[in-house]
Structure formats: C-alpha cells, structure tokens
C-alpha cells in the first residue's frame, strides 16, 4: 500500500517559475525524504526532513512539514529547465521500521 | 568510488525462465533493498536486508529471492519469469537504513 501519495501528477511551468509539489501519507514518521528521477536514471536523494522539524531548505529547495495534517510540501524556486524531472516523496512507518514507502510521484516539465 | 552498481543494464527473458539480478555497493552501507517500478506505481519495496546474513520482505516479495552472504553484494533471483515481472529494478543501500538511499541506474527486466 501507498505510504505517501504526491499531488499534482503532472506539473508544467515555465522556466524561471516555482514549482510546488504536495505529498500526503498515512501513518507517523519519524522523517519523510524526496528524491529526484531523471528520465530513465535512478532515483537521486535531495532532502530529509524529520517530523520534529517543519521546514528545511537546500539550495533552491524549500520542504515543509505538518504532522497534524500527515503533509508536505517541495518548492523549487526559480525553476531550471535541468530541474525537469520526476519527483518523489518517501516515508518510513515511524519507530523500528526498515522500510521506505515512495509515492508515485509528480512528473515536473520546465519550458525554456 | 563506484556507488551502487547493477547489472545487466537490460534483459529479456522468456516465460520460466531464473535470473539472478546482481546489485554490489563499496560505500561499507549495511542496509541494501529492492524496488520494482512500474508506470503509475512508484516504487516497490521487494525485499531488504540489514546486514549481511539477514534479509526481509517487503511490499511484493512473490517470485523473488534475495540472500546476503557479504556486505557489499545483495542479488535478487527471480525463481521462475512471468510477465507480470516485466518492470524496472532498483537497487538501494544506506547507512542508516531509513536516512539517504543510495541507488543504482536500474535493470529494465522484459518477460514475453
């Protein structure tokens, strides 16, 4: 079963523009991660969160998190047409839990 | 260092046919896993391991086999091909097992 479902499925900017991509799930965490996917390549770590935080940024990336609401969000700033790409949310199942459930992923194009 | 490594890169078998998948990692990670991914699924988990000799099922573990002998290797078997098989493999290894995965370029797996 689905652990993290993102949303949109698809998303199409112009570039220059941001970009924002929600991930909802079901159970407690103790972080949520999300990856990149260029087409036919594997998946790429970008960012961790943990659910005692509530936003993290990296470069032109910017995570929140809200536990309450069981989501989170990925914004890129000032999107690159290089940022074209699958994204993917990614969660474990809370306290001694080995196993990452991915969504299924919003599919980024940024125009030139 | 070389990262997670997967090979073959593409492979087509016939309906019953056994192959063995061949995931190796020189990063000393622990924990190694398997994703299958499907159009429209996302990523999922097949069978982890979290050291060598110990091994786990995950999400869809039917038709596979893994073992871990070593540290740096985690071979998934597939017992006998279906099409339903047909997917891209992925293989990941961390340390710890639920921060950054690491993940090898995949394995495009045709069953006629």
């Known amino acids: 079963s689905q652990q993290g479902e993102e949303d949109p499925q698809a998303l199409s900017i112009q570039e220059g523009e941001n970009a924002t991509m929600n991930c909802s799930y079901k159970t407690s965490i103790n972080n949520l991660q999300w990856y990149r996917q260029n087409s036919g390549r594997g998946l790429v770590h970008l960012i961790l969160?943990?659910?005692?935080?509530r936003e993290k940024h990296s470069g032109r990336l910017r995570v929140t998190l809200d536990t309450s609401k069981k989501s989170s969000s990925l914004l890129i700033t000032a999107s690159r047409a290089a940022d074209t790409a699958s994204y993917f949310c990614a969660t474990d199942s809370g306290a001694g839990s080995y196993q990452l459930t991915f969504g299924k992923g919003t599919k980024l194009s940024v125009i030139p | 260092n070389a990262g997670v490594t997967q090979t073959p890169k593409f492979q087509v078998l016939k309906t019953g046919q056994s192959m063995t998948l061949q995931c190796a990692q020189d990063?000393?990670?622990?924990?190694m896993s398997w994703y299958r991914q499907d159009p429209g699924m996302g990523l999922r988990l097949i069978h982890y391991s979290v050291g060598a000799g110990i091994t786990d099922q995950g999400e869809v573990p039917n038709g596979y086999n893994v073992s871990r002998s070593t540290t740096e290797d985690f071979p998934l078997r597939l017992l006998s091909a279906a099409p339903s098989q047909t997917s891209v493999y992925f293989c990941?290894?961390?340390?710890?097992?639920?921060?950054?995965?690491?993940f090898g370029p995949g394995t495009r797996l045709t069953v006629t």
């Open positions: 990063m000393n990670h622990e924990y």
């Open positions: 990941a290894s961390s340390h710890p097992p639920n921060l950054e995965q690491y």
């Open positions: 969160i943990r659910s005692n935080e």
